[in-house]
């Protein structure tokens, strides 16, 4: 099995998602245990090289208890730093919103927030725009 699928069939898993069907997994499946979730992530993060496993979030950064799939689930610190590390890495966009259960938009999106695409490079029209770069007008000056 090719390490891209691999990658594709753990993620489905993690994000409550049945990896050959796109069912949703019910709330109360094994899948759907936090202690599960973090077991799938680090298996990604050992299938792609990350080396030594991270020590296990704080309570206030785990994931959503119910998660349905990576869409419209929100980017942890660890999946962000994955997708900018692929990113740099070569892989294309389409790559990585497989990889990361995401529409093309999210992971354009998510890129532009993260400095790693310019906005007008966005091949699918955004919902919101980027958020300014500058500190005067994060801070609403």
């Given amino acids: ?33 936090p202690d599960t979730v973090r077991a799938l992530f680090e298996a990604m993060r050992a299938v792609e090289g990350g080396g030594t496993p991270a020590p296990a979030p704080a309570p206030t950064e785990r994931r959503p208890a119910l998660p349905q799939s ?7 610190s660890e999946e962000e730093q994955r ?9 294309t966009v389409d790559e990585l919103a497989r990889a990361h259960g995401r529409s093309r938009a999210a ?4 890129l532009v927030r993260l400095g790693k695409m310019d906005a007008s490079a966005v091949t699918t029209p955004l919902r919101y725009p980027p958020k300014p770069a500058t500190p005067q007008a994060r801070q609403g000056n």
Wanted: hydrophobic residues 40%.
């Fill in 1 to 33: 099995m090719e390490k891209e699928q691999t990658l594709r069939i753990l993620n489905a898993l993690a994000n409550g998602v049945h990896p050959a069907t796109g069912e949703k997994f019910a709330a109360d499946g094994p899948y759907q245990h």
């Fill in 70 to 76: 990576g869409s419209g689930s929100r980017w942890s």
């Fill in 83 to 91: 997708l900018a590390s692929a990113f740099d890495a070569g892989r």
């Fill in 107 to 110: 992971i354009e999106a998510r």
